[in-house]
């Protein structure tokens, strides 16, 4: 896969990582962009193109699915909300915006769905309390321990905001606010005042490497197989009718396998290894993987990593890392 070789690992503020496992952080995501699907019939349209099932979603509740080339690799990931009047609401990495909206262009006719960007903003919240800070100042009560996906609709200073169970993280508490973007400052603000911690964009990124959260830009980009990030059970229907790219998929899933899989490294004491550092074998420094991302990780007390490995490589086996043969354990994301 291509990968920024030398980007620095993620870092974490202590306040701001202890705040998240014990209080609440609220995190500005600048990088995620909104657009709107209208028109005849934009929840077929959409349908047809992703892996999950949008047609059978209920209104309001998100379904994250992958677009994906007919050979199956991806173009972009997103959750998609039907939303009143038959329409949907896209949310998606900036990174990725402009591939699915060619993608769009040139796959729906403009007679059944339309699509422009939206002024919305989104506002992460985590940890224990995240629920109880967002009832205080949304007046909405989040949807708990819901599957991911679900949300409901508050409202702060005459507009609506959507709150979104988010699994984003691995801590208890986890959600995203949508809204209007001029707002989101001031939004911002409130939750602070209400007991959320400000935190950044390196703690979030700790966050979800402990979690083993793929995202756009690290693990995801469009080399890569939905199959190899293990991402079956969050974005891939296996009942639904056709949609571009499911062939490979189902080829897959009934007959063959993926050559490599995201896995999670554990480095002990290492220092953490940088993007695009390579993944070999003890024995003979062949080339088996490679790191999308790593952290000194205060959840597991160690350093550890995310990384693709050849399918031959195991959960217990050992590998080195980087240049310097550093030693590291390969898990299963789930460890």
């Not at 422009?116 to 989104?122: D, I, K, N, Y």
């Not at 800070?133 to 819901?146: F, H, K, N, S």
């Not at 890569?224 to 991402?231: F, I, K």
């Not at 695009?276 to 790191?291: C, I, M, S």
Request: neutral net charge; contains cysteine.
């Amino acid at each position: 896969m291509t990968t920024r070789a030398g980007s620095a690992a993620a870092e974490a503020a202590p306040e701001e990582y202890a705040a998240a496992r014990a209080d609440a952080i609220v995190v500005a995501r600048p990088e995620r962009v909104f657009l709107r699907a209208y028109g005849r019939d934009p929840v077929r349209m959409l349908h047809g193109l992703v892996t999950n099932d949008l047609a059978g979603a209920p209104e309001g509740r998100g379904v994250y699915a992958a677009f994906l080339t007919p050979k199956g690799r991806m173009i972009g990931d997103a959750w998609l909300f039907r939303v009143a009047g038959g329409e949907v609401l896209l949310e998606l990495d900036a990174a990725a915006a402009p591939g699915v909206r060619e993608h769009l262009k040139r796959s729906v006719p403009p007679l059944f769905a339309r699509f422009e960007e939206l002024p919305l903003a989104a506002l992460g919240i985590y940890g224990p309390r995240a629920a109880e800070v967002v009832r205080a100042v949304l007046g909405a009560a989040p949807p708990g321990d819901a599957a991911e996906g679900e949300s409901v609709e508050g409202a702060w200073d005459g507009a609506v905001w959507r709150v979104v169970r988010s699994l984003e993280t691995a801590e208890p508490g986890g959600y995203e606010l949508i809204g209007p973007a001029a707002a989101a400052p001031a939004l911002r603000a409130a939750l602070i005042a209400a007991g959320a911690r400000p935190a950044s964009a390196g703690t979030l990124e700790v966050l979800r490497i402990e979690a083993g959260r793929p995202r756009w830009g690290a693990e995801l980009d469009d080399t890569v197989l939905p199959l190899e990030a293990g991402l079956k059970e969050r974005a891939i229907s296996t009942t639904k009718g056709c949609y571009t790219g499911q062939e490979v998929v189902i080829r897959i899933l009934h007959r063959g396998h993926v050559n490599r899989h995201l896995r999670r490294l554990l480095l002990g004491d290492a220092p953490a290894p940088e993007r695009g550092a390579p993944v070999t074998r003890p024995e003979d420094g062949k080339p088996v993987g490679t790191v999308t991302a790593a952290c000194a990780s205060p959840r597991f007390g160690q350093t550890i990593a995310l990384a693709y490995v050849r399918r031959e490589v195991e959960p217990g086996a050992l590998v080195h890392v980087g240049a310097e043969g550093r030693e590291a354990r390969v898990v299963e994301l789930a460890s």
